[in-house]
C-alpha cells in the first residue's frame, strides 16, 4: 500500500508540474525601482540582507504593484559619494532597459566621513550632483555629463520619476565624545544636502524629496547594531547599521514620504 501510494503521488507531480510551472504570467511592467548608495541601501544589517529597507519596499508593494514593477539595487558596500556620482548613476542613465526608472531611492555619503573625510558640504554636494545628473544628464544643466562609452553622447537623463533621497538615522553610540563628533557629522550632512538640493534644477514631470531619518531616529531604540551584542567593541570599533528593525523604521519613513507626494 504504501508504495502505490508513492507510485501514486510521483505520477500526478508529474502530470501536474508543467502546468503549474507555466502558470507564472509575466505581467506587463509600467514602472522601475531603483535602489542606490551605500551598504544601507544594499541592505547590511538585515538577516537576511534582502530584508533590507530597499527589499521591503519592494515586496510591500510601495511604489506599484509588485507584478508591474521592475526592481534593482545597484548599492555596494562601502560605497561612497564618489561611486554613488561616478559609477552607479552611469549605470543608471547608460543602460536603457525598455522600462527606464520611476521611482530612484538613495542613500550615500557616511562612508566618506567614516573614512576621515571631513568635507561634510563637499560630501553632501556629490550626493546632490549625483541626482543632477540622473535629472539633467542630457539637457545642459550638468557640467560634466556621463557619456555613453560608444557614442560618446550624453545618456538620457530620467524623466517622469521620483527621487527619495535619505539622510542617516542617528547613531547612539555610548562614548559621549564620540557619539557627539558623529552627531555632528550627520547634523551636518542633513544640513548640507537640504542646502544643495535647492539648487538642483527638477524637470516637469519629476520630483525630488528628501526622506529625514536623523529627525525620526531620536529616542527610538533597537534601530542600530551597535546596541546589539557584537555591536560595540571599542570606542572606534562600531557597528552602524541599521537592525531589522531599523530597516523597518527606514521603510516607513520612505513610505510616508512617497505617500505625501501622492
Not at 508529474?14 to 525601482?33: C, D, E, H, R, W
Not at 527589499?55 to 521592475?70: I, P, S
Not at 525598455?98 to 530612484?104: D, E, G
Not at 551584542?229 to 547599521?241: A, K, Q, T, V, Y
Amino acid at each position: 500500500m504504501p508504495r502505490t501510494f508513492a507510485f501514486a503521488v510521483l505520477l500526478v507531480t508529474m502530470i501536474f508540474a508543467p502546468a503549474l510551472a507555466s502558470a507564472q504570467v509575466n505581467f506587463p511592467k509600467t514602472g522601475y525601482y531603483v535602489a542606490m548608495g551605500d551598504s544601507v541601501a544594499a541592505g547590511e544589517g538585515a538577516m537576511p540582507v534582502t530584508d533590507g529597507y530597499a527589499y521591503q519596499l519592494y515586496d510591500h508593494g510601495v511604489f506599484g504593484r509588485k507584478q508591474a514593477m521592475d526592481f534593482a539595487n545597484v548599492s555596494v558596500r562601502g560605497g561612497r559619494s564618489w561611486d554613488l556620482r561616478d559609477h552607479q548613476v552611469p549605470q543608471v542613465l547608460c543602460a536603457e532597459p525598455a522600462q527606464r526608472p520611476t521611482v530612484v531611492t538613495i542613500t550615500a555619503g557616511a562612508n566618506d566621513f567614516l573614512r576621515n573625510d571631513t568635507n561634510i558640504v563637499g560630501i553632501a554636494a556629490r550626493v546632490a550632483e549625483a541626482i543632477n545628473l540622473l535629472l539633467n544628464n542630457d539637457n545642459g544643466f550638468v557640467s560634466s555629463p556621463v557619456l555613453d562609452p560608444v557614442t560618446l553622447l550624453p545618456c538620457r537623463a530620467l524623466a517622469n520619476v521620483t527621487i527619495l533621497v535619505s539622510n542617516y538615522y542617528s547613531i547612539p553610540h555610548p562614548v559621549p565624545f564620540v557619539f557627539g563628533q558623529l552627531d555632528a557629522a550627520l547634523s551636518g550632512f542633513d544640513q548640507a544636502l537640504r542646502f544643495w538640493l535647492q539648487f538642483t534644477s527638477v524637470p516637469p514631470g519629476s520630483r525630488v524629496a528628501i526622506v529625514d531619518l536623523y529627525s525620526a531616529s531620536f529616542g527610538r531604540k533597537g534601530l542600530t547594531l551597535i546596541e546589539r551584542r557584537l555591536g560595540f567593541e571599542g570606542p572606534f570599533d562600531f557597528e552602524i547599521h541599521p537592525t531589522n528593525l531599523g530597516h523597518s523604521f527606514i521603510a516607513k519613513e520612505f513610505e510616508t514620504v512617497w505617500s505625501s507626494l501622492q
